[in-house]
């Protein structure tokens, strides 16, 4: 049975940084993608980034290029979201899922076959 299990969300001003984890056991194959997604109150669940366990091909949505960087282990199923420069329209449930074949789509969340419950971010001063 897979599980997934995020954790590392919290309550950061604007302008700071926090660090999501997602640790995935029960994975059989190594050639999955491991996505972040999250959702606001009132708006549909959104990409944010995703990770080629393979090979470390990563995807970003533009929102988040070049302060969000998601990085993994091979080896430990694990992955990290760095989130740097926060901002208030960062805020939400930020949720781990798993591709179990990675594909360019990973950013989808119809795509997704398995899902962590999620973690609240909020950005607010």
């Known amino acids: 049975q897979v599980r997934i299990v995020e954790s590392g969300g919290g309550l950061v001003q604007p302008g700071g940084s926090l660090r999501l984890s997602c640790a995935a056991s029960?994975?059989?194959?190594?050639?999955?993608?491991m996505s972040w997604f999250r959702q606001a109150p009132g708006k549909e669940r959104e990409g944010v980034s995703c990770i080629s366990n393979h090979d470390g091909t990563t995807y970003y949505a533009d929102s988040v290029k070049g302060r969000f960087t998601l990085s993994r282990d091979k080896n430990t199923d694990t992955a990290w979201l760095q989130m740097n420069i926060l901002k208030p329209e960062d805020t939400g449930v930020y949720y781990c899922?798993?591709?179990?074949?990675?594909?360019?789509?990973?950013?989808?969340?119809?795509?997704?076959?398995?899902w962590g419950q999620g973690t609240q971010v909020t950005v607010s001063s």
């Open positions: 029960g994975l059989i194959s190594d050639f999955y993608a």
């Open positions: 899922a798993v591709e179990r074949i990675a594909t360019m789509s990973c950013l989808r969340p119809s795509n997704m076959d398995y």
